[in-house]
């Protein structure tokens, strides 16, 4: 069981949005830079977002991310079924000196 | 072109010990603090390990600390975990990657597979 909490799925039609949530607490998510991730099948994960809200060159705008206290959300916008996959958050926990992901969220895209 | 490749994955019976490699290229593997990351299929990721760049600073996942050990050679610009004491829950899909900013992991390789089993 992972310290940091995300819905285990989520779906939406084409061309919809979806967000995904991930909770935490002040010694990770509160304190630290958030990251997320894609992981389509078969592949090795994809970072998306960096530094909270931050995308690396490449990443579409359709992806974005916030952080408030010790909850971050993913957004997606115009979904396509490429972008099923699954999502993870990550982040640094200061108290405990690792690193630390989510459980991973699987979108579908009906 | 980046590239990370991981080696020296293999079937192992419990107790012991493995050596994985990651070779990368494409970056200044020299300036990068680097990670370890597990992944049983069809399963989450897991954070095993991380060196600084001139691998003075490791830290480790409660899970594998005292029986795993992260280091890396510069000159070669390779990464290395060395895995002893092995038990079936270390099976897994192993992958390096940097740790870019903010402890965000930008490069991965595309893993190497480790099965614990007798």
């Known amino acids: 069981q992972s310290v940091l909490t995300q819905p285990p799925s989520v779906s939406a039609a084409p061309g919809q949005g979806v967000t995904i949530s991930c909770s935490g607490g002040g010694s990770n998510i509160g304190n630290n830079y958030m990251s997320w991730y894609q992981q389509l099948p078969g592949t090795a994960p994809k970072l998306l977002i960096y530094?909270?809200?931050k995308r690396p060159s490449g990443i579409p705008d359709r992806f974005s991310a916030s952080k408030s206290g010790t909850s971050a959300t993913l957004g997606i916008t115009g979904l396509q079924t490429g972008d099923e996959a699954d999502y993870y958050c990550?982040?640094?926990?200061?108290?405990?000196?690792?690193?630390?992901f989510g459980g991973g969220t699987k979108l579908t895209v009906l | 072109e980046v590239q990370l490749v991981e080696s020296g994955g293999g079937l192992v019976q419990p107790g012991g010990s493995l050596r994985l490699s990651c070779a990368v290229s494409g970056f200044t593997f020299s300036s990068s603090w680097m990670y370890w990351v597990r992944q049983v299929p069809g399963k989450g990721l897991v954070w095993v390990s991380r060196i600084s760049s001139d691998g003075s600073v490791t830290n480790y996942a409660d899970s594998v600390k005292g029986r795993f050990t992260i280091s890396r050679d510069n000159a070669r610009s390779t990464l290395y975990l060395q895995m002893d004491s092995l038990r079936s829950d270390d099976t897994a899909l192993y992958y390096c990657?940097?740790?870019?900013?903010?402890?965000?992991?930008?490069?991965w390789g595309q893993g190497t597979l480790v099965t614990v089993s007798s």
């Open positions: 990550g982040t640094w926990d200061s108290t405990l000196s690792v690193f630390m």
């Open positions: 990657a940097r740790d870019w900013t903010g402890g965000a992991a930008d490069y």
């Open positions: 530094d909270n809200d």
